[in-house]
């Protein structure tokens, strides 16, 4: 068997500077099952795109079916037969499965209408050969997420994908769901397809992937027939590299748990459990590192913590007080900071100056304003150009539109805002995503401050190295779970985390 | 009491409400076809006003009804084009563009009456074609139901006809799937190769052509003559039909019905002394507590697909 | 020079667009008239020749200031509420009502028939409010539909409840004159309505920039996510900013009825809420800009009715140029590329000037 694609020294550098892809060569061979893990950042998700044409490379070539080839857009991969289904799923609400099967293909009479046997009997036909059942006159909105991703890969399929890309595609489903998705996934690949399926999952790779490219840090670690190693290994490849941190020194003082969390779960719209049975708490002067890959559970748990969203069931405490029921506003007088994952949805508002993103959360107390009426600009303006010289900030003034930072420096108002709130807790959820090293090291700092301040501190990072250097205690979340603690780190290591991040390994085993 | 319910429940009254309802129904399709793409076109008041002018003028001028027909139309159609330039190519906001466009037709419009009819309130100077009404044959005859459905302008026979379309369109052409995919989820139209701007300047073209036709009925079918913001309000009128009816066809049409009645009701109950103004509110009264009744329900149904933030 | 451009930016914009609009109007005057010059005389100059049309234009600014502001703050707030017309018309019947009916001396009943203006605008704002915070229902849709409401309730008391039988046509009760706004300047219709508008101008400038209310209303409308995530009451600001701009527009249509009529008049809805929303989008929602943009439109208007008047060219002329102006301004696009060749080579000038 050829390969069906194979990519050769990929380069691909985002604006901001970050190199996504470094030489990245794979093959991938016609009608196997190819699983890409890797943990975030490590490119796949690029590379994916790039494949699919929603990305262009910077350097690099693509070779489908032997033939040097461009991908200029998602049309033109879609007509060479390349299908993605992304984690998102991309279908409208208000039609019926057949109409989403076949918009963009529409089979028409007369050039105009629609014509309607002929889109049953394709959308029949496409659906039995492939083995998908799919309920053809129901509207979308009124399936299971299982249901509708079968028809995003029938849609795929029906516009004759040769090689379709599933992106973390078990992610959505539940345990039953994802055994109905493998047996057709394997159907397929009797069909003649091939399939590319992005994961982060190793238990699943086993079990259904004929071959495993691991990635990390943006290049090919190494791609190997899945029965050849076990998920160790493939963990060891994902996570494993020469320790080039340096842990921050211990913390002297561990004080009172601050924040507590007993049994918290969370039912998403979706009807999935987000959240299973959380129980942690943080003590003060401490920092409780969360590992785990994006998509588990964390998002919502954070949004859980700071009143940005409800649990379904569970408590939360600070110290004695339940704050469960409390708005975002009664969690910040609670003296709980909170550095959200999406600074540019959460932590900021665009086109408001530095000093407007700084008081956002204090703008009513006293010296910001009189009485909690009128604001003192003088004081504000103060306050914030101080706060740009300790916190390092690089701005023209404190008037300044938050547009004009860079990303580290917007992501530095947003820390120098949280930390100068005075907070006994610090919720911080991917602080140093996507900013430049200097500002990372400058944050690291500040949490290792605080933390020696005697604040909680409850730090959640997709990036392992970041959880390793600065935590005092980790657990580990996936699907929903925590499925480790470590309350002594010292000599813990990525690899010892790896197994649990991809639910190789879960407590108690 | 008795004369007016007589009245009110003659023949002539139904008759009256087609007649009414007709520009309201198709300025209300205009509306529902843009709502449908995800781009709302609220300026039909305008596209209403500037083709209502236009028809009269080429009639009065070039003695053809069928110039005027077609010049009306285009020029609906272009008001529509307009709107899309505006706001697909250059990144205006749809509902400001709209109220601007309302406000030009507003404004050239009567500059236009001074200049070709020397008169700023109407075109009576201009003798303007009429579009005929139709008496239809056998149907006629048949009692009371004769007198509804025959004699209406052809215009009111096309509105109606315009429902079919508009739910023909909809529903069994590619274009009116790709209209709907587009405004429900526009990566979902994106993923498969559906220009979504393009899908978009479409609708707003039809809902253009539509409005042409309300407006054309009403300076060339409801009266003959063209007078200064003579649609009253009737775009925003069919803003709360096509909305009341959820922006499907049968909704969309029994939507205007609606607002029809309600204006013929007005008309025949003048001479009472029940406050004409209290009927004249209903249908936007209703309309807000039918919005309202919407959203609670549609809150209440958590969204599941979309994490999209919407108007 | 690139750096001046860039700061004041929008500002520059909007001066193009304007300079745009009134560009285009002169070259259609120019075409269309047989008298270009008397015309464009009549337009430029027509409100500074004479005391009582100069009056005309300062007095035609009051109410468009206060809907101009009325607009801007919901604006500021992410809402697109316009429904400035129906309060004005609903808060002017009701507080008219109450003036003619009540009785009491100038400085007790002038506030008061103001207040009661006020609140019913207010209560009249907070129906939209409450739904788009509750139920997210399309405050767009509601407050246009309650526009028609507000015209259709409001004509049905004044016509039947407190009509003027004695006057030749449709009108209310003369208000006493208690609750008159006096007219100031002789030769003019300048009233104190008029300082009133410039006064709240200044004071909701004020409000949106330097109260706590003002900065959370502002910062929802920049981003109501942040707003949120930072402990803002989204759901009260979306209402009361509503409910604010209901309360100014009724108090711009009752001063219009205290200092310019004396009674309650209009039989068709005035437009001024309308044209709030021209001079909120010309002024960019801010009180100050409205002020300048309210008397632009106001001189236009004039210069339009005079125009009218004494060329060939009708007053409709001006509703052109105004829709041109919105478009361009409301065209984000527009000048976008020039904007970005300046940035461009600003960012290269300053990496020069480094190395």
């Known amino acids: 068997m050829g390969n069906i694609l194979s990519l050769k020294n990929i380069v691909k550098i985002y604006p901001n500077g970050v190199m996504a892809n470094k030489e990245v060569s794979v093959d991938i061979e016609e009608n196997t099952i190819h699983a890409i893990v890797g943990e975030n950042g490590a490119g796949k998700s690029t590379l994916m795109k790039i494949v699919f044409g929603e990305e262009a490379p910077q350097e690099g070539e693509i070779y489908y079916k032997g033939k040097k080839v461009n991908i200029k857009n998602s049309l033109g991969a879609i007509k060479m037969g390349i299908g993605m289904v992304h984690q998102q799923l991309m279908l409208a609400p208000d039609l019926t499965v057949a109409e989403n099967l076949i918009l963009g293909i529409e089979p028409l009479r007369y050039g105009v209408f629609l014509d309607l046997k002929k889109i049953t009997k394709l959308t029949e036909e496409s659906s039995k050969k492939f083995g998908f059942k799919v309920p053809l006159n129901k509207k979308i909105r009124d399936l299971s997420i299982g249901i509708r991703q079968r028809v995003e890969i029938l849609k795929v399929l029906m516009r004759n994908a040769k090689l379709i890309i599933l992106d973390e595609p078990t992610s959505v489903l539940t345990p039953q769901e994802t055994e109905v998705l493998f047996k057709s996934l394997k159907d397929l690949k009797h069909h003649g397809k091939t399939i590319i399926f992005i994961s982060h999952k190793l238990k699943e790779v086993k079990l259904i992937a004929d071959k495993v490219t691991v990635m990390r840090d943006g290049k090919v670690i190494s791609t190997n027939d899945v029965n050849q190693l076990d998920e160790h290994m493939i963990a060891h490849m994902m996570v494993g590299r020469k320790i080039n941190f340096k842990r921050i020194p211990e913390t002297k003082n561990i004080g009172n748990p601050l924040l507590t969390v007993k049994n918290l779960s969370y039912l998403s719209e979706e009807k999935i459990y987000a959240l299973k049975n959380i129980n942690f708490e943080v003590r003060a002067g401490e920092i409780l590192g969360v590992a785990g890959v994006d998509g588990n559970g964390q998002t919502e748990l954070v949004e859980i913590l700071t009143g940005l969203r409800e649990a379904t069931s569970g408590q939360i405490f600070i110290g004695e007080e339940d704050i469960s029921r409390f708005s975002p506003r009664e969690i910040r007088e609670e003296k709980v900071a909170h550095i959200p994952e999406d600074r540019m949805k959460n932590g900021v508002a665009e086109h408001a100056t530095i000093e407007e993103n700084i008081i956002v959360d204090r703008y009513y107390q006293d010296h910001f304003s009189n009485k909690n009426l009128f604001l003192d600009w003088k004081y504000i303006s103060k306050s914030s150009n101080e706060l740009i010289e300790k916190f390092k900030i690089l701005a023209p003034s404190s008037k300044a539109s938050i547009l004009s930072l860079s990303g580290g420096n917007i992501q530095k108002v947003v820390v120098a805002r949280e930390l100068s709130s005075n907070p006994r807790i610090i919720i911080a959820s991917q602080p140093t995503r996507g900013i430049d090293v200097g500002s990372e090291e400058l944050i690291h700092n500040l949490l290792k401050d605080a933390r020696d301040n005697g604040i909680a501190i409850f730090f959640v990072s997709a990036d392992l190295d970041e959880v390793l250097k600065l935590s005092t205690r980790i657990i580990v979340i996936y699907n929903g779970e925590i499925v480790a603690e470590f309350d002594e780190i010292k000599n813990v290591t990525q690899q010892d985390l790896g197994p649990y991040m991809l639910g190789v390994k879960k407590k108690g085993e | ?311 | 020079m690139g750096k001046f451009i860039l700061k004041y930016f929008n500002l520059i914009r909007a001066v193009i667009a304007i300079l745009i609009g009134i560009i285009i109007g002169v070259c259609i005057i120019y075409i269309i008239s047989k008298e270009p010059g008397v015309s464009l005389k009549s337009l430029f100059l027509g409100p500074l020749l004479s005391k009582s049309r100069f009056g005309n234009f300062i007095e035609t600014a009051s109410p468009i200031i206060f809907c101009g502001l009325a607009i801007a703050i919901p604006f500021q707030a992410g809402q697109f509420n316009i429904g400035a017309e129906g309060a004005l018309f609903i808060g002017a019947v009701v507080g008219t009502a109450f003036g003619v009916s009540t009785n009491m001396p100038a400085f007790l009943h002038i506030p008061l028939v103001l207040l009661v203006a006020g609140l019913t605008g207010a209560f009249w704002g907070s129906i939209p409010g409450f739904l788009k915070a509750k139920w997210n229902t399309s405050e767009l849709v509601i407050s246009l539909m309650l526009n028609y409401v507000a015209y259709f309730i409001g004509l049905y008391l004044i016509n039947f409840h407190f009509r003027d039988k004695a006057a030749g046509y449709l009108v209310s009760y003369k208000l006493p004159e208690t609750a008159w706004l006096i007219q100031f300047i002789p030769g003019t219709r300048i009233h104190i309505g008029v300082i009133i508008s410039l006064g709240f101008a200044v004071l909701i400038y004020y409000f949106l920039y330097h109260t706590t209310l003002g900065y959370e209303i502002r910062t929802s409308g920049f981003n109501i996510n942040f707003a949120r995530f930072g402990g803002i009451n989204v759901f009260k600001v979306i209402i009361i900013a509503q409910v604010i701009g209901g309360f100014i527009a009724a108090i711009g249509g009752m001063t219009e009825v205290m200092g310019v009529h004396r009674r309650f008049n209009w039989q068709l809805s005035p437009g001024y809420g309308w044209d709030g929303v021209v001079v909120a989008i010309i002024g960019r929602n801010n009180p100050l800009l409205i002020i300048p943009s309210s008397l632009f439109l106001a001189y236009l208007r004039v210069g339009g009715k005079i125009l009218n008047l004494l060329s060939d060219i009708p007053a409709e002329m001006i509703t052109v140029i105004q829709s041109i102006i919105i478009l361009l301004i409301t065209a984000e696009a527009f000048l976008a590329g020039w904007k970005y060749r300046i940035t461009v080579r600003e960012a290269k000038a300053k990496e020069v000037g480094r190395t």
């Open chain 2, 1 to 311: 009491m008795s004369p007016l319910l007589k009245s009110i429940l003659s023949p002539q009254f139904v008759f009256a409400i087609i007649r009414v309802t007709t520009p309201l129904l198709f300025a209300a399709i205009g509306v529902a076809i843009s709502a449908l793409s995800g781009s709302i076109n609220i300026g039909l008041e305008g596209i209403m006003l500037v083709s209502a002018f236009f028809g009269v003028i080429i009639s009065g001028f070039t003695g053809s009804l069928l110039l005027a027909l077609i010049g009306g139309i285009l020029v609906g159609i272009g008001m529509g084009a307009l709107l899309g330039y505006f706001h697909l190519k250059l990144k205006a906001d749809i509902i400001i563009a709209a109220i601007a466009l309302n406000m030009f037709a507003s404004g050239i419009t009567v500059f236009f009456l001074y200049i070709f009819a020397h008169d700023k309130g109407t075109s009576s100077s201009i003798t303007s074609l009429v579009f005929p009404s139709l008496q239809i044959p056998i149907i006629k005859e048949i009692p009371i139901l004769g007198e509804i459905i025959s004699g209406h302008n052809v215009l009111t026979y096309f509105a109606l006809i315009s429902v079919a379309l508009f739910y023909y369109l909809t529903y069994k052409t590619s274009l009116g799937l790709r209209i709907r995919a587009v405004g429900q989820n526009p990566d979902a139209a994106e993923s498969v190769g559906v220009n979504i701007n393009r899908i978009k300047l479409y609708s707003l073209l039809l809902s253009g052509f539509f409005g042409s036709l309300g407006g054309l009925y009403l300076s060339m079918g409801y009266v003959s003559w063209f007078s200064r913001d003579m649609t009253a309000g009737r775009g925003f009128i069919a803003i709360a039909a096509a909305a009341l009816g959820g922006n499907f066809p049968l909704g969309t049409f029994l939507g205007a019905l609606f607002f029809g009645i309600v204006n013929a009701i007005a008309i025949y109950i003048s001479p009472l002394n029940i406050p004409s103004e209290f009927i004249h509110s209903l249908p936007y009264f209703v309309t807000v507590v039918a919005l309202a009744i919407y959203s609670i329900r549609l809150s209440r149904r958590k969204k599941i697909l979309s994490e999209k933030e919407e108007i």
